[in-house]
Nanobody
């Protein structure tokens, strides 16, 4: 079992940056591929970024590629999402998720555990 807690959300102006953190509990954190998803008001939850067990492989949605960076520190049981050049359309609740898999998952339905989310608001 894995419990996930996101933090780092807040209000920023367009063009600004935020760094989200996801703290995980459990003794097998390194066995999980991790991902970030987001959900804006009135829209479905969408994939943002994913990282494999070791952190050697990452994958991004086209909408954030070049602006966001996902990373992990298995020694700290923590996953990060560095968000730069933020746009108003990035406004959403951002969720951390874990998948017990040796590969990367980009589908929300494949994830085994979810955090409760952290709100990111980007003003124009």
């Amino acid at each position: 079992q894995v419990q996930l807690v996101e933090s780092g959300g807040g209000l920023v102006q367009a063009g600004g940056s935020l760094r989200l953190s996801c703290a995980a509990s459990g003794r097998t954190f390194s066995s999980y591929a991790m991902g970030w998803f987001r959900q804006a008001p009135g829209k479905e939850r969408e994939f943002v970024a994913a990282i494999n067990r070791s952190g050697a492989i990452t994958y991004y949605a086209d909408s954030v590629k070049g602006r966001f960076t996902i990373s992990r520190d298995n020694a700290k049981n923590t996953v990060y999402l560095q968000m730069n050049s933020l746009k108003p359309e990035d406004t959403a609740v951002y969720y951390c998720a874990a998948d017990y898999s040796p590969t990367i998952s980009t589908k929300a339905s494949y994830m085994d555990y979810w955090g409760k989310g952290t709100l990111v608001t980007v003003s124009s």
